[in-house]
């Protein structure tokens, strides 16, 4: 009889662990998802859909980075920032390559002002992007890969204004507290 009480307490015991695990396992699985938003999505696939391996990498980038506190910028670091994307839209009707890399260069120096790794490695600066601005992310590395591709002028123009993005979203954050709106650039020409 005290065999059998044993038993149907390690059984017990058992079950309740492995509901508690499977338990954390899936809200880690919806927190993180929550989280990143498409982000999520683009690890899982380059993991093959292997959502175990996407959250780990994932945990990780909050572990290195989730303690980054962004800097604020001054007026006038805003206004220099804001003066140098407008450069960059007006310069899309002339070269679309060279306003994306214009684009893709103030991307990495504000981001690198705001207090975000400043690496030369571009995933290290997108992977901790990814952990305070999740929703954006994907619009700088498609700046990115556009400048470096073979990408159409309609594929660059797209790019600049998911990059913008990330660019309003970086220069909103501050001391002044201002939103900055989004200027979408109109299709064939590079003002808003």
């Known amino acids: 009889m005290t065999t059998a009480i044993i038993i149907i307490a390690v059984v017990a ?7 508690f695990l499977l338990r954390g396992r899936l809200a880690g699985g919806r927190g993180l998802r929550s989280r990143f938003g498409p982000e999520y999505d683009r690890v899982v696939a380059r993991h093959g859909g292997d959502t175990e391996a996407a959250e780990r990498e994932l945990g990780d980038r909050v ?24 450069s960059a839209q007006e310069l899309f ?14 991307l990495a120096d504000l981001s690198r002002e705001r207090g975000f790794p400043d690496g030369e490695n571009f995933e290290d600066r997108t992977d ?15 700046v990115h890969t556009s400048r470096h ?12 204004i998911e990059g913008r ?27 808003s």
């Open 13 to 19: 015991v058992a079950a309740i662990a492995a509901f």
């Open 63 to 86: 572990k290195r980075h989730g303690h980054l506190d962004e800097r604020p910028l001054t007026e006038e670091a805003r206004a220099r920032y804001a003066a140098r994307w407008a």
């Open 93 to 106: 009707v002339e070269s679309p390559e060279r306003a994306l890399a214009e684009a893709d260069a103030l």
């Open 128 to 142: 901790a992007l990814s952990v305070h601005h999740a929703a954006h992310v994907d619009g700088y590395r498609r």
């Open 149 to 160: 591709g073979d990408a159409g002028t309609e594929e660059r123009r797209e790019a600049l």
């Open 165 to 191: 993005k990330l660019f309003d979203a970086l220069l909103a954050d501050g001391p002044s507290g201002r939103e900055h709106g989004n200027r979408n650039l109109v299709k064939g020409r590079g003002t």
